[in-house]
């Protein structure tokens, strides 16, 4: 096998907006070394997450598959121990696959019980770990209430935190996601009111930094001595939007961009839209205080996770890692903050469905597209095909549904691209759909985008939902109600029903291995069917029932 890259940088960042970087337009948040990484690859600028929950769109990145094909629908949903992952794909080929960051996901336990495998052998440690093998696995909530904290395994962080000095049973809590009050007390990052503060640690030991340390020591360890795929998973700027000194006072409400929202949203709205607008994290983002103290701090978390791009970029560089690693920079999905009245994601209007996207090819094959802007319709799905066409492996196109991205890279655009992307979210579990009386396996949205409509249906018996993303491209008009865009929702179910078909449970076996088999035939292992006498069948396929007979036993 001839190897065309050696290694992967796969660079997630969590809840960062497609539309928070320099290079994608924003006006006031610089971001020079994403920037500079963009300058060296190219940027997709219609890029989707299969989902907008963490849990669900990180099994789609590290599957390669859409959500309703793994079944991680949702938030610690477990990861079937049957499914296949970059991990497994990538072995086969002589490449490790490694995490630095975070994967939220679930190892299925009943399913490791029920296979019997030990959690502590090779294969239960991948099976629960997405895959991966793991350098530092860290999911960056250790939230803590009267019930105990909300994830229950070791913080390798809390523990670098506690060597460094820092005091208390959670100084994720009390240090890097709080700031300190007037009084000296804990001023936590929960509260929102409070993103205006400087968290109290020191710069270089929150999040951000450390895990941009631990890749760093990553690639200087004997680990990352064969080819690699490394997932740096980096757990900002997710909330707690807190951020520390200086990064808490670079921008201020001058530097918000004005709000996508309009009155027409709140108007007979979608059922499930309305919800999700009045529930708690809706009703708060739609107050101007909420996101003139909150953007601020979510900028800075966002300023400072570029400079620590660069720090990476530089010591790529320095030890000419970028002559053989392809780096891939992008997120699980965005985050509304205010627009559409609705803060955190969950649902599909673009600033929370639509994902960053920049693909850095070291190949020479790439450098007529280098700095290059691609508007093609692409999946999260695509980047597991990517990784395995770009380090010169087969890609098992029975088991992975995206498609890999190398031909854009080399400035080839195929001529049977998709016409159409899917995203799905299971809401299930949340208490919009017990507000709405919607059964769990009802509880749940598809989302169509094509290159002009966004469709987005609800199972449960609600009517859709439709967006002309030409003639109004913030989404602020439903057009799904009434029958004046009858043949549009038709032409967008048509694609959802064409996607609904695909062959997506049959990964046991492949395409060529079906198309050899119908070749074969069974007549060699001496099946014989639809033969009345010898003249019907070849005479070799009667080879072994030729012969006088035995006598029978006594």
């Known amino acids: ?131 991966f093998d793991v350098h530092t696995r860290d999911d960056g909530l250790w939230a803590q209430g009267e019930d105990g904290f909300y994830d229950t395994r070791r913080s390798p962080y809390n523990e670098y935190l506690a060597r460094r000095g820092y005091a208390g049973e959670n100084p994720w809590a009390s240090n890097a996601n709080a700031g300190v009050d007037g009084d000296g007390d804990i001023a936590s990052g929960w509260l929102m009111k409070n993103a205006r503060l400087a968290a109290n640690i020191a710069e270089e030991d929150s999040e951000t930094p450390w895990l941009t340390s631990r890749a760093i020591d990553f690639l200087a360890s004997e680990e990352a001595q064969e080819p690699w795929l490394c997932h740096l998973s980096y757990i900002k700027p997710h909330w707690p939007y807190i951020v520390p000194a200086p990064y808490h006072a670079m921008y201020g409400p001058r530097h918000i961009q004005p709000v996508a929202r309009h009155g027409d949203e709140r108007v007979d709205p979608h059922p499930v839209y309305a919800q999700f607008m009045e529930g ?44 053989d690693t392809m780096i891939v920079l992008t997120s699980d999905h965005g985050d509304y903050l205010g627009d559409h009245w609705l803060g955190e994601k969950d649902l599909f209007h673009d600033p929370s469905v639509r994902i960053p996207l920049i693909v850095y090819d070291p190949r020479p094959q790439a450098d007529a597209t280098r700095g290059s802007v691609c508007d093609a319709l692409v999946e999260a799905i695509d980047l597991a095909p990517t990784f395995l066409d770009a380090l010169g492996a087969e890609v098992p196109g029975h088991v992975l549904e995206g498609r890999s991205l190398v031909p854009f890279l080399h400035g080839r655009r195929p001529d049977d691209w998709r016409s159409f992307v899917i995203s799905e979210y299971d809401y299930s579990a949340t208490p919009m759909a017990g507000r709405l009386g919607v059964k769990p396996r009802d509880a749940r949205l598809f989302m169509v985008v094509s290159d002009r409509f966004k469709l987005i249906h609800a199972e449960g018996g609600f009517r859709p939902m439709l967006f002309d993303l030409v003639d109004d491209p913030q989404e602020f008009h439903d057009l799904g109600a009434g029958n004046a865009h009858g043949d549009v929702i038709e032409a967008m179910y048509r694609h959802l029903f064409a996607w609904a078909r695909r062959m997506s449970q049959r990964t046991t076996i492949s395409d060529e291995a079906i198309l050899a088999m119908r070749a074969r035939g069974s007549g060699g292992k001496g099946i014989v069917l639809g033969a009345f006498d010898e003249s019907d069948v070849e005479p070799a396929l009667l080879a072994k029932y030729r012969g006088k007979a035995p006598p029978r036993a006594r």
Not at 281 to 304: C, K, S
Request: charged letters at 25%; aromatic letters at 8%.
């Open 1 to 131: 096998m001839t190897r065309q890259v050696r290694n992967v940088l796969f660079i997630m960042f969590d809840q960062l907006r497609f539309d928070y970087l320099s290079c994608a337009g924003h006006r006031h948040l610089h971001t020079p070394h994403i920037d500079g990484l963009a300058a060296r690859g190219v940027r997709f600028t219609r890029a989707y997450a299969q989902s907008t929950i963490c849990g669900a769109s990180r099994m789609s990145f590290y599957t390669g598959r859409y959500v309703s094909s793994h079944g991680a629908a949702w938030n610690n949903f477990p990861l079937k121990a049957g499914e296949l992952t970059l991990g497994d794909h990538l072995r086969r080929h002589g490449v490790d696959c490694w995490l630095v960051g975070k994967t939220h996901m679930k190892a299925d336990e009943e399913g490791l019980d029920r296979l019997g495998i030990a959690r502590d052998s090779i294969i239960g440690a991948r099976l629960s770990e997405c895959g």
């Open 280 to 323: 708690a994290i809706g009703r708060a983002f739609r107050r101007d205080e909420v996101r003139e103290t909150v953007i601020p701090a979510y900028m800075g978390l966002v300023r400072q996770c570029d400079d620590q791009i660069g720090r990476l970029l530089a010591h790529l560089e320095r030890t000419g890692r970028l002559d």
